[in-house]
């Protein structure tokens, strides 16, 4: 009796704890964040897992390495130099894919590859603290401030705005590029343009969840709601809220039990995924 006492004491001072930390700008700021995020995340996800571009999002962030390490050894903010960085990295290597022979997967690999070297040996050349690297690597959504927030938002409305206006286009060129570019949409306008917002997504979400896992960030929302939307704009809606709410999650998850923020994001993103996984398999099986 006196061990179920003790423990909902603790219970109880743990949720007092919790939601005393709710008050406090930095978490409001956090919330706030993981809603944003998330929405962009479903939102572009959608289009990341029918083009098969999630291996082009994941060089993308482990490539904000050097956009990092540049901007340390150069003494500019490092989120200043990250977003130009992401976006120039990700027009050079798209230009790669379509001026060469080769499959994208090897010149993603390729350039990739030699990123993760140069930033490995430009990150050897600063001395002393470097918070910043293991921010870029793990993510901390706690420490989002203002302009995050700001940038994030910016990136969110153009990418529904340009999306959403062109939905048409886009389901289009997603299904079969070829007949897009026969009923006179201008691929190459429209395939750069959405990877200029994929580029600028990875680097305002690599903050809150690090390079390591922010491609899970974009992938995982939209593959789920996949499993349970065969309509498009149902799918794009279903990714949208996936991607927001499993944020709002892991972001509680990770207040109440003093966790790392982003790996609790992914966790329960990946925790739901499974959920629904097993749920529409059961359905089917019954069908």
């Known amino acids: 009796m006196i061990v179920l006492n003790d423990s909902y004491t603790i219970l109880l001072s743990t949720t007092n704890d919790f939601v005393n930390l709710l008050k406090f700008p930095f978490m409001q700021r956090a919330i706030a964040g993981a809603v944003l995020m998330g929405m962009l995340g479903g939102l572009l996800g959608c289009f990341v897992t029918l083009r098969q571009l999630s291996f082009f999002s994941h060089a993308v962030g482990h490539a904000a390495l050097v956009g990092v390490a540049l901007g340390v050894l150069l003494q500019f903010n490092p989120t200043g130099m990250l977003v130009p960085f992401t976006l120039i990295f990700g027009v050079v290597v798209l230009y790669f894919i379509d001026k060469t022979d080769l499959g994208s997967d090897s010149v993603l690999s390729i350039i990739l590859s030699a990123s993760l070297a140069f930033g490995v040996i430009l990150s050897s050349f600063i001395k002393g603290y470097r918070g910043n690297l293991m921010g870029v690597l793990f993510g901390d959504i706690l420490a989002i401030d203002q302009t995050d ?77 996949k499993l349970i939307s065969q309509q498009f704009s149902k799918f794009l809606l279903t990714s949208v809220l996936i991607g927001c709410g499993t944020s709002i999650g892991g972001i509680l998850l990770s207040g109440f ?23 529409v398999k059961r359905i089917t099986k019954k069908a």
Do not use: D, E
Request: charged share 5%; net charge positive.
């Open 257 to 279: 039990f003093n966790i790392a923020s982003g790996p609790s994001i992914v966790l329960v993103q990946f925790l739901v995924f499974v959920i629904i996984f097993l749920w």
């Open 149 to 225: 927030l700001f940038l994030t938002l910016i990136v969110l409305v153009t990418s529904a705005v340009f999306l959403l206006t062109t939905l048409r286009q886009q389901i289009l060129l997603t299904l079969n590029p070829a007949v897009a570019q026969v009923q006179g949409v201008s691929v190459h306008l429209y395939r750069y343009a959405f990877i200029i917002l994929l580029s600028l997504a990875v680097a305002v979400a690599i903050k809150a969840v690090g390079a390591l896992l922010v491609n899970a960030f974009l992938v995982i929302p939209a593959s789920t709601g």
